[in-house]
């Protein structure tokens, strides 16, 4: 009899679908279907990319020279832009052919895993993480180890936390800063902490920076100061460069996620692995992207600041609303544009004639009961948690909130 085979293999059937992703295309659809759902589900800001952006990239539309390949790790404008921007958010000198052009930072993301990770080698992942973490860490033959820190400690975990989750197959460290879920920052003592505890043990970094340029001020309610800086790892150890990895890309700071335009930079050995891998993966990104992406990192600012300052609006408008909820714990986050509380004060209580009991029938009874959309804590490690992101109109956010306001009264 023939040997039954499997129809899906056994390292790609047991990948869950992203639950952001999932669980924004849910209210998009019912929005498409005439609900009046407010999504606070994915990570995307609502405003439209900056017009000199969108302006560079309908000029380069119409140019047959951006109707070809590029090199597949980006055209070498771009990379060359990307450099003098690591070296001004990052601290880091770099060359441009320390540079892959990626399609977002999730593929960056992949491929720091695969180009580092042999099977069975541990990484160590400070937790509530980004729910594709674990999932690119898997598929790449790691091993996730999760460290968790929890609201009552700013989600930030220690030095001592992290040394007790290592051991000789220990390989990688995970970094972000801002959070993603949490918005929590490092501060640059905290961040120089875990980065000479890294480097005194041979461990690699891969730091995930794509929220860098979304921090504000953490003693203001709102951003008049000079905000807080999230200060790159290699910035606070520069002798760890030789082995770190930062995924960055446009999507975040430039109001560009549909444009796909990410990238990771690092050691010569790393990249070059990389921009082989990516070589047979993908090629190179769109080249009207990559046009536009010249235009974001070079040209003004002035858009993407402005961005940030009705970030900053609205994270203390949603902080403020949110904490008027009983049981709900919703710390000030000093970055990217998620707040993440604790609710585990509302589980095992009846709200409309449903208890639930953890924070994913919690996340469901919002949806189905005041048509709120939020990511469930276990999209993203423990139960117990809700991640809203406050990226969507301040209309829109401050009924979203008073819906909840009113059904949790
Ligand atoms: N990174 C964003 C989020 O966490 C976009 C969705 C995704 O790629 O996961 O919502």
Do not use: C
């Amino acid at each position: 009899m023939a040997h039954e085979l499997k129809r899906i293999s056994t390292r790609i059937g047991s990948i869950a679908e992203s639950a952001t992703l999932k669980v924004d295309g849910k209210a998009k659809a019912l929005q498409a279907a005439g609900r009046p759902v407010i999504s606070f589900a994915a990570g995307e800001p609502d405003f439209p990319t900056p017009p000199h952006i969108v302006e560079a990239a309908l000029l380069a539309v119409s140019d047959p020279k951006n109707h070809r390949y590029t090199p597949a790790a980006g055209l070498p404008d771009l990379r060359e832009a990307i450099a003098a921007k690591t070296l001004r958010d990052s601290g880091l000198v770099i060359s441009p052919s320390q540079v892959v052009v990626t399609n977002g930072g999730k593929q960056a993301v992949y491929q720091a895993f695969a180009t580092l990770l042999d099977p069975g080698d541990e990484v160590i992942v400070p937790t509530p993480y980004w729910t594709t973490y674990p999932e690119s860490i898997r598929l790449a033959g790691g091993v996730p180890v999760d460290v968790f820190a929890g609201a009552d400690q700013g989600y930030l975990v220690t030095v001592e936390q992290l040394e007790a989750a290592r051991t000789p197959r220990t390989k990688v460290l995970l970094f972000v800063s801002p959070s993603n879920p949490t918005g929590a920052v490092y501060s640059p003592e905290q961040t120089k902490a875990i980065g000479e505890w890294a480097e005194e043990h041979g461990l690699w970094i891969i730091s995930d920076e794509i929220y860098q340029n979304l921090t504000y001020d953490p003693s203001t309610s709102s951003g008049q100061a000079a905000e807080q800086r999230a200060v790159s790892i290699v910035e606070a150890v520069p002798a760890l460069a030789d082995r770190t990895i930062l995924v960055n890309g446009v999507a975040k700071t430039y109001a560009m996620t549909g444009w796909r335009l990410g990238w990771m930079v690092g050691p010569q050995d790393a990249i070059k692995a990389a921009a082989n891998l990516q070589s047979h993966l993908t090629s190179n990104v769109s080249n009207i992207s990559q046009r536009a992406g010249i235009a974001a990192l070079t040209g003004p600012q002035d858009a993407a600041l402005a961005m940030r300052d009705a970030f900053d609006r609205r994270r203390t408008v949603i902080v403020a609303e949110l904490n008027k909820i009983p049981g709900m714990v919703t710390p000030t986050p000093q970055g990217a544009f998620y707040v993440y509380p604790d609710v585990t004060g509302l589980l095992g209580r009846p709200w409309g004639g449903v208890t639930p009991t953890t924070s994913l029938e919690l996340a469901d009874l919002i949806l189905d009961q005041v048509e709120v959309a939020a990511v469930p804590g276990e999209a993203f490690g423990p139960s117990g948690y809700l991640r809203f992101s406050y990226a969507l109109g301040d209309d829109a956010l401050l009924e979203g909130v008073q819906r909840l306001q009113r059904l949790f009264a």
